[in-house]
């Protein structure tokens, strides 16, 4: 069964830190780009970052330099290291795979272009 668990969310004070982890089974993980999203409420869902099957990273404009994202292919496991976190931040993050196409590097933080999504994990960002 092809499946993807993001764990790591949670409440957290503006200028701290969370890192969220997308783990994976069911499919040959090293063959696939991951990307996270982000989802609030009445609003679309972003694209924060991704990283291809070679270790190459995108990241959108509102966290570059406040996040990383890495994957660990020995473990099945993509992170999100997020810093300097700010209200604005929160949502619910989702980790989501999709083969390395033209599709993807046309559009590689697009929503449109991932097949396999997991359920969430919520952040919020609160004094």
């Known amino acids: 069964q092809l499946q993807l668990v993001e764990s790591g969310g949670g409440l957290v004070q503006p200028g701290g830190s969370l890192r969220l982890s997308c783990a994976a089974s069911?499919?040959?993980?090293?063959?696939?780009?991951i990307g996270w999203f982000r989802q609030a409420p009445g609003k679309e869902r972003e694209g924060v970052s991704c990283?291809?099957?070679?270790?190459?990273?995108h990241y959108s404009d509102s966290v570059k330099g406040r996040f990383i994202i890495s994957r660990d292919n020995a473990k099945n496991t993509v992170y999100l290291q997020m810093n300097s976190l700010k209200s604005e931040d929160t949502a619910v993050y989702y980790c989501a795979a999709t083969t390395t196409s033209s599709d993807y590097f046309r559009s590689p933080r697009s929503p449109r272009v991932y097949k396999l999504w997991g359920q969430g994990t919520q952040v919020t960002v609160s004094s």
């Open positions: 069911g499919f040959t993980w090293n063959d696939y780009a």
């Open positions: 990283i291809s099957s070679a270790g190459v990273t």
